[in-house]
């Protein structure tokens, strides 16, 4: 019966999985990249921006003014090279592009303002204006920026004319391009915010993109992008940062037959969220907000992207999302919308009413119903500005008087007309407030500017690592704390609130004045290697915040002492749970869920950013819960990055711990995340048969945990050697899911290995098995194991014939439980006393 039911839900699975949407199609039809005023043709990436200066067909002007600049400054992007050059216009000039297939297309356009000779760009004034839309009202550039518009064109060429304000002002433009965008990316209908309802009438809008923002993960630049789009990260928009938090999944991100592909946004956008930073409070009830600069007057269409990569399991998140203050999705419930899938990408249109408001605000927060841990979400947002009445994007409508008779004008003409004398009024009044705060301020053109994009490189962690960084007030690694606030937090460090004790020191409950509760970790006087290990252990916590990674909230260095001070976690070690101490036996499911965890933060740490980390050290005794028993990863001291940057540390000495260690990292000393994933394939069995992985005292075949669970699960009888506790209170299916994930990431060989996020699934899917037994809803049973499945799992049902041997390292005159003990004694333990 049994094999029976497997066989029909994989045929369900494989049918899911089909629904899946895998590659990006999208071939634009239209595509026209000029560089204005080159003499070459200029590469940028796959587009070929084409020279405007011999024998052009599209562009019509009655002079050819062409400037250049030798200018450096200009030298962090990949299209710095469009920006070297511009064409100036005195007089009315027009660009004319044939138009293949009607629908919308992009209409982007480079600015960056240098001097040439007589030509000061700085002091430029002009429109811009396409179809019959005015894109640019007297248009001052400021620094290197690029515009987006798109319009739907359903003519069969597109002409943008660019128009000088007066006749003493100029225009140019450095670069420009007209692609087609995918029909499906802006479809015609959206929901009215104010008053809430349907929208319809996208199909006309001219629209700006104002903010392309990538929630809680770095910018994402053009080249990532399907349809050379960027986006900016979120971090300057948030009203409060510290009520945010990034999380990254970017791998487990899944696009939904029929809904969001990745042109509506690639998995780099979905693959990261800002959340809400509720862990220390489970009754948390506060909103997360982002904050615009926007021109008033107008209407925007908003786009939120989501994707759930932070739940553990489906229908747990619930929250509401609010455009200002309008509750626009109450309650909102991704799993159910996506079928019970997590990491399913999703995304909602809303159009605003407009206001003279110069700010909008998106805010999340969590919804009443939810009966789990209060959280909120966002991945990504974009914000477009909507064409006015007058069909213009500006404030601004003095094209009419600027420039001579073309079809265009008649359009606007008409336009001024219907939108009356009062509209034209009240539009001067708004482009005169906008043009002062937009001097004030540098408003968001700066976020658009190639410049402001360096989050990107900020997070190359290889070099930081490298070059044994100094620790200052300056750096941004968590707080510095002074050395008589860390004496006072723990009571002169008192022996009496000692919590634990290891070779690098020992560890002191402490509290903070605002009542914050802290572990204190003293290190014994510096040490070469103590301090190396102290700096990188700041190093990664400051950069690694995830709800699964233990959070370090300061660090003391004055005095030649080496203090790091942590969130305080209430239930101290796995280990301490596990065995060797009074602690209650943890249940099934508690123990699956902080694998679970413990296995999210291994994740991140191994995906979350550009270049793997590497944790070297994964232990139960590394692995900390907290008062809800949610586990996290800690002692971060010998962690690394990835392999590729790691050539200088290739002699560095074998570290770990005994027992845990991975036998061809042990021979090889080749590093790579395969090791955590070895030594987190120890931990599932040390939690599955609760006993210490080197127990000397007991007969030889035994005293190596890897060797002996392995033995089992190979004969298929693991239950034989599990936790007494736990006998016949697991369900079989759970078991052997857990025994199968485990056996698999203690092969022999890296490569045989899963990846952590393979890991992570496969604990998803032991869990839910074993609930399944406890719900005893065949119908909600399905739902929620499907739910959970990922192609990988697959992976696992193909019976493996690598043979596994964690005899690699022999064990022979140890007298004590050596498993707690890094190789390197330093900061090797965190916490709560290992009850020896
Ligand atoms: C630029 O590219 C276009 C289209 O590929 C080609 O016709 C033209 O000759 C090239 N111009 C130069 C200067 O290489
Ligand atoms: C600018 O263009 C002129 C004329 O083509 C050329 O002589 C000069 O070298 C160029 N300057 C730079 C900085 O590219
Ligand atoms: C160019 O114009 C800007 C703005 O009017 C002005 O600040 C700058 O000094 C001018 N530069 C030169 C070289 O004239
Ligand atoms: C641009 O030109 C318009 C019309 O001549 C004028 O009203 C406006 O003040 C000018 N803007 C700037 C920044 O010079
Ligand atoms: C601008 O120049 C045109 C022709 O060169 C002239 O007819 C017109 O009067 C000028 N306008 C102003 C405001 O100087
Ligand atoms: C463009 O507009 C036409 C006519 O209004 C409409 O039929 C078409 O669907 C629109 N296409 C897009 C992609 O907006
Ligand atoms: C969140 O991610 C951004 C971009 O990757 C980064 O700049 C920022 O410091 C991160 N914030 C936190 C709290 O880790
Ligand atoms: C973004 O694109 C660059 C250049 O193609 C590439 O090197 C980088 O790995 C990409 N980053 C991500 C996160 O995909
Ligand atoms: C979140 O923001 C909305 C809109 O401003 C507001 O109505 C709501 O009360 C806020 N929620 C909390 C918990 O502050
Ligand atoms: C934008 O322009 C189109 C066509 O000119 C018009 O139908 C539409 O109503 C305008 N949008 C708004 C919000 O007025």
Redesign the pocket.
């Known amino acids: 019966m049994m094999g029976c039911g497997n066989f029909e839900f994989l045929i369900w699975v494989s049918f899911i999985l089909s629904l899946f949407w895998f590659s990006t199609g999208f071939t634009p039809a239209d595509q026209h990249f000029i560089d204005c005023g080159s003499p070459t043709n200029t590469t940028v990436g796959v587009r070929v921006f084409i020279s405007d200066t011999s024998a052009s067909n599209f562009l019509s002007t009655p002079q050819n003014i062409l400037v250049n600049t030798s200018s450096n400054s200009i030298t962090l992007t990949d299209d710095s090279q469009l920006y070297k050059t511009a064409r100036v216009f005195t007089k009315s000039s027009k660009y004319t592009f044939p138009i293949s297939q009607s629908g919308r297309h992009w209409i982007r356009l480079y600015f960056f303002p240098f001097v040439y000779k007589n030509y000061n760009l700085s002091t430029a004034n002009f429109s811009v204006s396409a179809q019959n839309y005015l894109l640019l009202g007297n248009f001052n550039p400021e620094g290197v920026s690029v515009k987006e518009f798109s319009v739907n064109v359903t003519s069969s060429t597109l002409v943008i004319t660019f128009t000088p304000a007066n006749n003493n002002s100029l225009a140019f433009l450095n670069a420009l391009e007209v692609v087609s965008v995918p029909d499906s990316l802006i479809t015609d209908d959206a929901t009215s915010v104010n008053p809430t309802g349907k929208f319809q009438g996208l199909f006309t809008q001219a629209l700006e993109t104002v903010f392309r923002v990538n929630m809680?993960?770095?910018?994402v630049s053009f080249e990532n992008d399907t349809l050379w789009r960027t986006w900016v990260?979120?971090?300057g928009f948030l009203v409060l940062?510290n009520v945010?938090?990034?999380y990254s999944a970017i791998p487990a991100v899944k696009y939904p037959a029929g809904g969001a592909t990745p042109d509506i946004a690639p998995a780099t956008v979905y693959g990261?969220c800002?959340e809400m930073n509720s862990l220390s409070d489970p009754n948390s009830n506060f909103n997360v907000t982002w904050e615009f600069t926007v021109d008033p007057g107008f209407q925007y269409l908003v786009r939120f992207h989501f994707c759930d990569i932070v739940s553990t399991s489906p229908y747990s998140l619930y929250f509401d999302v609010y455009i200002d203050s309008w509750l626009v999705a109450p309650d909102l419930d991704l799993s159910t919308i996506n079928l019970g899938i997590l990491a399913t990408a999703y995304y909602m249109d809303f159009v605003t009413s407009s206001n003279d408001n110069s700010k909008l605000r998106i805010s999340i927060g969590p919804s009443s119903v939810s009966k789990t841990y209060p959280n909120a979400i966002l991945n990504g947002l974009e914000i477009m500005k909507m064409n006015n009445s007058l069909g213009s994007l500006s404030g601004v409508v003095s094209m009419v008087s600027s420039s001579t008779n073309t079809k265009n004008n008649v359009g606007m003409l008409v336009g001024l007309i219907v939108g009356a004398f009062v509209a034209v009024v009240l539009a001067a009044v708004l482009f005169l407030i906008c043009r002062r705060r937009k001097r004030a301020s540098l408003g968001h053109s700066k976020t658009w500017g190639p410049f402001s994009i360096n989050?990107g490189t900020?997070?190359t962690m290889g070099s930081k690592y490298s070059n044994g960084t100094t620790l200052s007030a300056g750096s941004?690694f968590g707080y510095r704390f002074p050395f008589v606030a860390v004496q006072e937090a723990t009571n002169n460090f008192d022996e009496s609130w000692v919590i634990g004790i290891g070779g690098f020191g020992k560890v002191y409950k402490g509290t903070l004045n605002d009542g914050t509760q802290v572990a204190v970790k003293r290190g014994n006087p510096r040490s070469q290697q103590g301090l190396a290990e102290f700096r990188t252990e700041i190093e990664m916590l400051s950069?690694?915040?995830h709800r699964h990674l233990v959070s370090l909230i300061g660090y003391c260095d004055e005095k030649n002492e080496m203090i790091l001070i942590y969130e305080y976690m209430e239930n101290g070690t796995l280990k301490s749970h596990l065995y060797g101490s009074n602690q209650p036996s943890l249940s099934w499911k508690e123990r699956l869920e902080i694998c679970i965890g413990a296995a999210r933060g291994l994740h991140y740490l191994h995906t979350g950013y550009s270049k793997a980390v590497i944790h070297r050290d994964v232990k139960s005794a590394n692995i900390l819960l907290d008062e809800n028993l949610m586990a996290k990863v800690a002692d971060f001291g010998l962690s690394k990055t990835g392999p590729e940057i790691d050539q200088t540390h290739v002699s560095t000495a074998v570290k770990g711990s005994f027992g845990y260690l991975d036998p061809e990292y042990f021979r090889r000393q080749q590093l790579t995340e395969k090791s955590d994933v070895y030594s987190f394939g120890v931990v599932l069995f040390e939690v599955l048969c609760a006993r210490p992985v080197i127990d000397p005292s007991r007969p030889r075949e035994m005293v190596n945990l890897a060797e002996w669970a392995m033995k089992w699960q190979k004969t298929g009888q693991l239950e034989q050697i599990i936790d007494p506790n736990l006998a016949g209170k697991i369900k079989p299916d759970s078991l052997r899911k857990f025994g199968e994930t485990a056996e698999k990431c203690l092969a022999e060989f890296g490569v045989d290995r899963p990846p952590m996020g393979d890991v992570l699934w496969n604990l998803e899917y032991a869990l839910q098995l074993h609930e399944a037994v406890l719900q005893n809803d065949p119908e909600e049973n399905s739902t929620n194991v499907i739910g959970e499945l990922s192609p990988q799992i697959n992976n696992f049902d193909h019976a493996d014939s690598s043979t596994v041997s964690a005899a690699q390292f022999e064990v022979s005159s140890m007298d004590d439980d050596l498993s707690g003990i890094s190789m390197s004694r330093v900061f090797s333990q965190l916490v709560k006393s290992e009850g020896r």
């Open positions: 809680g993960g770095p910018s990260p979120d971090q940062q945010a938090r990034n990261t800002t989050g900020s997070l941004n950069q690694f915040r």
